[in-house]
């Protein structure tokens, strides 16, 4: 179970650390369990993880989960794992869309958290749990409806060496998508701040460049295959902000396919025959989320110092989709 916390830092004129900042404000909250929180990226800043050091300036929007330190009712539940690799230090998995990744408010079953438990708890092995925080290893985070790779470490000092690499953006993360419509150049980056949406806290936003708030978010991409309604690209993330390809694509007006938050339930740059029509709305049926899929992870083994990298296949509902429009 997380406790969730929102700050909106007002017009300050001490610079603070933000490990500091947050005691000042959470009752029982002990600098030392901040900090772990916060390698963990358990808090954001203007949706941006960031380090213990980091002072807050005027007008910062600080988003955090503090989990409680004590062990709480987290079962492990016997649910399939698509394993890509493991070994005594790491796992990587491939989650499915639909799962989310670890227990919170509402979702304390049927997580990917409670599945890493039961694989652990079968062959008697251990996970990252720091101070309490029981996230069974979990280094990163995709969205429920996102598929893909993803990393759990099993002791501390992988999961703080992993944890590293993603604060340094120095893991290779590689994406495929389906966006709506056809994309003027073929390879592009998209650039553009993003922050916490004013008039609804649950999504991001881009923030005009000339605003305080907001990080800066670059995103590659290469368009793969491109049909007349739709078009599958690669993308590639420099920065790997909050919903950051949903938004950006939402930005440019080419949001990805089936996305319900950002857009992407509805056509976009297509022409609207009533054929099209038609074929959009089965494509729909057979799309309930968005076409997202985490295809490719690389990154330092914690250990081994080796590079080491992963690929995965694309699943069965964006292979559909894939198909139909290479049928039309």
Same mark, same amino acid.
């Given at each position: 179970m997380e406790k969730f916390y929102k700050f909106s830092v007002p017009n300050i004129k001490d610079r603070t650390r933000i490990d500091k900042y947050?005691?000042?404000?959470?009752?029982?909250?002990?600098?030392a369990r901040v900090q772990k929180a916060i390698d963990l990226g358990y808090v954001t800043?203007?949706?941006?993880?960031?380090?213990?050091?980091?002072?807050?300036?005027?007008?910062?929007e600080i988003d955090i989960?503090?989990?409680?330190?004590?062990?709480?009712?987290?079962?492990?539940?016997?649910?399939?794992?698509?394993?890509?690799?493991?070994?005594?230090?790491l796992l990587i998995v491939n989650k499915p869309a639909g799962m989310v990744t670890h227990p919170a408010y509402k979702n304390y079953s049927g997580t990917l958290v409670n599945a890493?438990?039961?694989?652990? %708890?079968?062959?008697?092995?251990?996970?990252s749990d720091l101070n309490g925080f029981v996230r069974a290893g979990i280094v990163h985070r995709l969205d429920k409806d996102t598929s893909g790779l993803l990393v759990i470490a099993k002791d501390e000092f992988a999961?703080?060496?992993?944890?590293?690499?993603?604060?340094?953006?120095?893991?290779?993360?590689?994406?495929?998508?389906?966006?709506?419509?056809?994309?003027?150049?073929?390879?592009?980056?998209?650039?553009?701040?993003?922050?916490? &949406? %004013?008039? &609804?806290?649950?999504?991001?936003?881009i923030i005009p460049e000339e605003e305080e708030t907001g990080k800066t978010a670059v995103t590659e991409y290469e368009v793969l295959e491109e049909y007349e309604l739709m078009s599958l690209i690669k993308l590639r993330l420099r920065t790997g902000r909050t919903h950051q390809i949903r938004v950006h694509f939402s930005s440019i007006g080419h949001p990805i396919f089936g &996305? &319900?938050?950002?857009?992407?339930?509805?056509?976009?740059?297509?022409?609207?025959?009533?054929?099209? %029509?038609?074929?959009?709305?089965?494509?729909?049926?057979?799309?309930p989320r968005q076409a997202l899929h985490a295809k490719v992870i690389g990154f330092v083994h914690p250990y081994t110092k080796e590079e080491i990298y992963f690929e995965s296949e694309l699943p069965d509902d964006m292979k559909a989709v894939l198909s139909k429009?290479?049928?039309?």
């Open positions: 947050i005691t000042l404000f959470i009752e029982n909250a002990s600098r800043v203007n949706g941006d993880i960031v380090k213990s050091s980091y002072l807050v300036k005027p007008y910062d989960e503090l989990p409680v330190p004590e062990k709480m009712d987290i079962e492990p539940e016997d649910i399939p794992l698509n394993i890509v690799y493991e070994d005594a230090a890493v438990m039961y694989h652990a %708890k079968i062959r008697n092995e251990s996970l999961h703080r060496k992993l944890a590293e690499q993603f604060f340094k953006h120095t893991v290779k993360r590689e994406y495929n998508g389906i966006v709506w419509g056809r994309l003027k150049e073929k390879r592009g980056i998209i650039s553009a701040k993003i922050g916490r &949406d %004013k008039s &609804d806290r649950k999504k991001m936003s &996305d &319900d938050t950002y857009g992407g339930r509805k056509p976009h740059s297509v022409n609207m025959t009533s054929v099209n %029509k038609a074929t959009i709305n089965n494509l729909l049926e057979m799309m429009l290479r049928s039309l």
